[in-house]
């Protein structure tokens, strides 16, 4: 089947990353708790939250290597087990530095759906469908951001703490599995066919040489780094301010449902203001926003701030996608894509760490601030870069006008 076919796959996939990134959502804050309860401070929360990230930060380019020239839909079921047993076997583990460990395995899980789904979005959407797509691909990341924050919340809290939040793994885990259930028949044969046999692998200082990419990956770097301090700190914040596990579920799932709204309405704002007007005007209002949960806000402040910011922080992973994909040479997609993540791994290991670092010294509300430093300088990325939307759009009108022309030679042909 040629892309922009039939779109069932893309709901199916839609929702069986839901289930998989509710089950992630839910389980990073039930790490963050079930850490503090086993003993863990602010540094060891830093450290098993930059351990998520580790293993995929040197896996990610081979299994983009890999998926350029094969099948992506292998990848999700393997991402799909080490997702859930990373959940559940963080839940029984019995010190910080075992759960930084099973942490690591959730991440690699992560990792794994994450190549196969990008990878099928690209290849199964015509050009011109690429902007849409990916941002209803990311509705399912934001659905299980929605759902999980509070559904771990439910669980956790009380005079057990320990024993709550281990029972919020073990749930994220058999969460996490039932997204078996959407992913059959979810690759068209003909594309993985296509890609059966291995070509020259375009080298990794080309792709990143691609004029587009390297501001791709700054700018979904910056947000998935704010999105993961957000998840795995806000904890921490409420723990200081007194705020119950319960209320910052909620708090992290309407950012969430911010993060949905805005890909709804994703393709009208881009109609409106243009990728590159977009993303530096989100980018600019998220770091201004980051900084200020620095500030000792009433809880009603701090919920009307995170929908703001999720509103914003919404924007730029389908257009960091689509970015990459489109200044990316074709053959190489799937290893630009895997840079991306690299370069998002990167930022879930760095960021973390350094939070835990900045959280020790100068207090918890201080990674926020860091955040806003980040983002501001992606807001400056994306506005000095519009050549690669220019190139992007270009390349699809080209690409348009060139089909139209053949077709009106054949009809004059006829």
């Given amino acids: 089947m040629a892309p922009g076919g039939n779109r069932g796959w893309l709901l199916r996939l839609v929702i069986a990353f839901g289930f998989a990134q509710g089950a992630v959502s839910m389980a990073r804050p039930a790490v963050s708790y079930h850490a503090l309860a086993l003993g863990a401070d602010e540094r060891a929360v830093g450290v098993i939250a930059g351990v998520y990230a580790l293993l995929p930060l040197f896996a990610a380019v081979p299994l983009g290597r890999r998926t350029d020239h094969g099948r992506c839909a292998p990848l999700l079921p393997v991402g799909v087990v080490l997702i ?191 990728r590159t007007a977009l993303l530096t005007v989100t980018c600019l209002l998220a770091a201004l926003l980051c900084a200020g949960v620095a500030l000792p806000v009433p809880v009603w402040a701090l919920a009307l701030m995170l929908v703001v910011l999720g509103f914003c922080l919404g924007v730029g992973q389908p257009l960091s996608m689509t970015t990459v994909v489109q200044a990316a040479p074709d053959d190489a997609r799937s290893t630009a894509l895997a840079l991306r993540l690299t370069g998002n791994r990167l930022g879930q290991v760095a960021a973390p760490a350094a939070a835990g670092l900045i959280a020790g010294v100068a207090g918890v509300a201080a990674p926020f601030v860091m955040l806003g430093a980040l983002l501001l300088l992606s807001s400056g990325v994306a506005l000095r870069s519009p050549s690669a939307e220019a190139d992007a759009d270009g390349g699809i009108r080209r690409r348009t006008g060139k089909m139209a022309r053949t077709a009106s030679e054949s009809r004059e042909r006829a």
């Fill in 84 to 274: 859930a047993g990373g959940c559940a076997l963080s839940g029984v583990a019995g010190s910080p530095w075992a759960m930084a460990l099973w942490s690591g395995v959730m991440g690699l899980g992560h990792l794994c759906f994450v190549i196969g789904a990008q990878s099928l979005v690209a290849r199964q959407s015509a050009p011109h469908e690429q902007d849409r797509n990916f941002g209803h691909f990311t509705i399912g990341a934001s659905l299980g951001q929605l759902i999980g924050p509070i559904a771990a919340g439910a669980l956790i809290g009380g005079h057990d703490m320990a024993g709550s939040s281990a029972l919020a793994l073990v749930v994220a885990g058999v969460g996490a599995a039932v997204a078996f259930t959407s992913l059959w028949r979810i690759e068209h044969p003909g594309a993985a066919e296509s890609r059966t046999e291995a070509g020259a692998r375009v080298p990794v200082g080309s792709i990143l040489r691609a004029r587009g990419v390297p501001a791709g990956i700054l700018i979904s770097l910056s947000v998935l780094s704010a999105t993961d301090i957000l998840t795995a700190y806000l904890p921490v914040v409420g723990e200081h301010r007194g705020i119950s596990p319960a209320v910052i579920g909620v708090l992290l799932s309407l950012r969430a449902a911010a993060t949905i709204a805005c890909r709804l309405v994703l393709t009208p704002l881009l109609r409106l203001l243009g």
